[in-house]
């Protein structure tokens, strides 16, 4: 489910080193699954995106992984960069009597250290 | 290209007072749209989203309400705000795919 009250948890990571941001999501009639980036002050950015009938899917210094049995979802930032800190959300596009409604998982603050 | 025009940027409003919060989008036909709410370093809320002219789904029971009075404009409206509404507001479309967010609106009640 959504937890939008909390402070998001951190990853605090060297430059260089590989990142994963991890999410969990509740509905498994999702079908379609996306991550995020949103620096301060703006409005979130797409990354990368992944469908239900695939398991990974990579971008440009970006894998997703998503594992349908325990609804789990992962974003993979190799060589991480001090401009890939931000906060990470992941989104599932969840199914409901006929519509469909983009849901934001809780986020993650991601800090590179140079 | 699409792109999505959220206004105003900033806001500063009294308690009691009266909101309306205005997204348009181009580029796009009968998109799905979105309102979010982030308060400071939370994450984001889905208030309403929107499948079509005059249609409004609300998720969760508040003093805000939102209007799709045409195909690509969205509105979010309060009679009166309180305090609790300060927040970032981010205004999204989506044609069933990866949502496209606005620059969003910063809220602060006093």
């Known amino acids: 489910g959504e937890s939008v009250g909390l402070h998001l948890p951190t990853l605090s990571v060297q430059e260089g080193d590989n990142s994963i941001i991890n999410c969990a999501y509740s509905n498994s009639a999702s079908d379609y699954f996306i991550w995020y980036k949103q620096e301060s002050g703006k409005g979130p950015q797409f990354i990368i995106d992944?469908?239900?009938?695939?398991d990974k899917r990579q971008g440009q210094r970006v894998t997703v992984l998503l594992n349908k049995t325990v609804k789990h979802l992962s974003l993979q930032i190799a060589a991480t960069q001090p401009g890939d800190s931000a906060v990470y959300f992941c989104a599932e596009n969840r199914r409901q009597g006929g519509s469909e409604k983009l849901v934001f998982g809780k986020g993650t603050k991601l800090t590179v250290n140079p | 290209s699409q792109t999505i025009h959220q206004w105003p940027a900033t806001l500063v409003q009294p308690v009691g007072s009266p909101l309306s919060l205005e997204c348009t989008v181009e580029g796009t036909s009968n998109p799905n749209l979105y309102w979010y709410r982030q308060a400071a370093g939370r994450g984001l809320q889905l208030l309403f989203y929107?499948?079509?002219?005059?249609?409004i789904s609300s998720e969760v029971p508040q003093n805000l309400s939102a209007s799709r009075p045409q195909d690509r404009q969205f509105i979010l409206s309060s009679k009166k705000l309180l305090l609790s509404d300060s927040g970032f507001y981010l205004c999204?479309?989506?044609?069933?795919?990866?949502?496209?967010f606005g620059p969003g609106t910063r809220l602060l009640v006093l």
């Open positions: 992944i469908r239900s009938n695939m």
């Open positions: 999204a479309w989506s044609d069933g795919g990866q949502g496209n």
């Open positions: 929107s499948v079509g002219i005059g249609q």
